[in-house]
């Protein structure tokens, strides 16, 4: 990857090994060349491709099911992001693809809160995993400055963040105040997390396929909202403790879990 690269915050680092192999523009046509040495497969047995848009009516979610085709916009950071999300992530974006179908099925094609549920985790998903459960408790609880202040150090050891969502790829090229991601939040063992980059990814790209498929998630209001720009290490600013007094950026919230 050239220096000039645009993917210099560590989140991007679940794209990087394709990454790489790409130009550091959103070149459709080079995504759709990977695609061919990199099959992947629907639950359906179509082989995914990446195709510019076509202007036959069918749905998007529809036309993956039916032919394999993924249409990609070309000089689109959006699209491009999305099929780089197919490559890292395989069995989620089969997950998720499979579940639109089944969910339209079911309601006669009409958008309900699973399809909300799907797209908002498709577009802004991240999975956070930890050894310490605490540290996730924290997160649920919308505990900021506690979390990233107090215990710092234990959440640059035993926390990691993998961002699936290709929308918040695309907006981290010019992170804004009060960017957020979905989360789901996952426990893990401390031998697990240290697994290598490539490892870990796997494993997370097995447990999301799971949850998602299995419908647990439903609203998406089931999903725990993540201020990203407060995570350590992402921004320069967030060194300094008075950074996290920002309400905007890190709010109190409700409570949940996930």
């Known amino acids: 990857m050239s220096s000039d690269s645009p993917y210099a915050l560590s989140l991007f680092d679940p794209l990087r090994p394709w990454l790489e192999q790409l130009p550091n523009t959103p070149d459709a046509v080079a995504v759709a060349a990977l695609a061919g040495v990199l099959p992947i497969v629907t639950e359906n047995g179509r082989r995914i491709r990446f195709v510019p848009p076509q202007a036959d009516g069918l749905a998007y979610e529809c036309r993956i099911w ?141 447990r999301l396929a799971a949850d998602l498929a299995s419908g647990r998630y439903a609203r998406p209001r089931d999903f725990q909202p993540l201020p990203l720009l407060g995570i350590p290490g992402v921004v320069p600013d967030s060194e300094d403790p008075a950074y996290y007094d920002d309400t905007y950026q890190f709010r109190p919230g409700r409570r949940s879990r996930t």
């Open 66 to 206: 039916e032919s394999g085709e993924v249409e990609t916009r070309p000089d689109n950071w959006h699209d491009f992001f999305n099929a780089v999300v197919w490559f890292a992530f395989p069995r989620t974006k089969v997950a998720v693809s499979a579940r639109h179908v089944r969910a339209m099925t079911a309601a006669g094609e009409q958008r309900g809160t699973v399809r909300d549920a799907l797209t908002h985790f498709d577009e802004c998903g991240i999975a956070v995993l930890s050894s310490r459960p605490e540290l996730l408790e924290m997160l649920r609880n919308f505990e900021w400055k506690r979390l990233f202040v107090e215990h710092r150090a234990e959440v640059r050891q035993s926390m990691r963040f993998l961002i699936f969502g290709h929308a918040t790829y695309e907006a981290l090229l010019k992170p804004f105040r009060g960017l957020t991601a979905k989360a789901i939040l996952y426990e893990i063992d401390a031998d697990g997390l240290q697994q290598s980059p490539s490892a870990l990814r796997a494993v997370v790209d097995a």
